[in-house]
């Protein structure tokens, strides 16, 4: 398994891509890596880690995208950026799996789109992060950011994707997938969910268990929500901010007074293991459905386990059968 790591764009690149990236050949004995970014600062980096191992390439790509640039300028003119490298590679050679990336989504969505192709038959690619639920489990926001106008034909594609997805790399076996909507009623919502919801019942190659409020989002009933771009960004982010938020007055309830040091003293691991629960770094990043070839978009502000669990991402959907089902249920659906 071969896969790419964009090493610069991040908040805290290049030291974090670089260190998640030797992370995570410690974790597959089957993986190499190619790493883009200025030869000079990985390396750096390499021997700041003491990695002295055989499974790490480095491509020398000086010029960096920022999130100010716009998409096709940066296609155009930032050729010899670490993204756009990794981008020309993943397309020309057969052997490399992936991309993982922490720089500017537009330029990557642009990039990835132009330059690698979709499936046959998915009319747009669409982002799918992942949120823990309260039972344990894990959610996925499809889409959550590359599409805001979409069709209620994309929001089927995004419901057969997610759910290939979630089979293939983390096992649901039948995933639940939900629409997004304003209430649970099969009448609810605008013009779009209200096509969208006939389209998506009658589809015998996903699990539609009908409509979802999105104060439900975590509660574990569902596997899958399918929602336009707009609507599903500001459900991710919101549902983020919230967790970060709560923990912040928690600990600043906490401080408070004595009584409650106290008794935070006695609940440390109970919190600790709550705080690393509501930590959306452990959960990866958000991967991009729809293209021939893995694309895996972390957070600008990942750390290097972040980057890892990204890797770790790439490589399994890289080894499952994900593609072929996707091609396979879109045939179904044609018919």
């Given at each position: ?105 537009g330029a990557l969505i642009a990039a990835a789109t132009l330059r690698i192709g979709r499936i046959r038959g998915i ?139 106290i008794g935070a003293l006695l609940m440390k691991k109970m919190f600790m293991e709550e705080k690393e629960f509501m ?57």
């Open positions: 398994m071969k896969l790419i790591v964009d090493c610069f764009g991040g908040d805290k690149s290049p030291a974090a891509n670089v260190e998640g990236a030797v992370l995570a050949l410690k974790e597959h004995d089957d993986l190499s890596l190619i790493l883009t970014g200025d030869e000079t600062i990985i390396k750096n980096e390499l021997d700041r880690l003491g990695y002295t191992g055989s499974k790490l390439e480095i491509v020398h790509a000086p010029e960096v995208i920022t999130g100010e640039d716009k998409p096709t300028d940066a296609i155009r003119l930032k050729k010899e950026s670490s993204m756009i490298k990794a981008i020309a590679m993943l397309r020309k050679d057969p052997e490399i799996s992936g991309v993982i990336s922490t720089g500017a989504t009319r747009r690619p669409a982002f799918c992060p992942l949120l823990p639920t309260m039972d344990g489990g894990i959610v996925g926001i499809c889409d959550s950011g590359a599409n805001v106008d979409i069709t209620p034909e994309m929001l089927l594609h995004q419901a057969i994707l997610g759910s290939a997805y979630l089979k293939n790399v983390y096992g649901v076996k039948n995933p639940r997938v939900a629409l997004l909507n304003v209430g649970v009623e099969s009448e609810k919502g605008d013009d779009l969910r209200k096509k969208a919801y006939p389209m998506l019942g009658a589809c015998d190659s996903i699990n539609f268990v009908g409509n979802m409020e999105s104060r439900d989002l975590l509660s574990g009933k569902y596997d899958l929500v399918v929602c336009d771009g707009f609507s599903g960004n500001v459900l991710v982010k919101t549902t983020e901010g919230t967790a970060l938020e709560l923990l912040k007055k928690l600990k600043k309830d906490i401080y408070s007074k004595t009584i409650y040091k930590n959306y770094h452990n959960y990866g990043g958000s991967v991009l459905l729809g293209c021939e070839k893995t694309i895996v978009k972390g957070h600008g502000s990942s750390d290097a386990n972040a980057v890892r669990i990204c890797i770790d991402q790439a490589y399994k959907m890289s080894a499952g059968a994900m593609n072929a089902e996707i091609e396979k249920a879109l045939e179904e659906l044609k018919g």
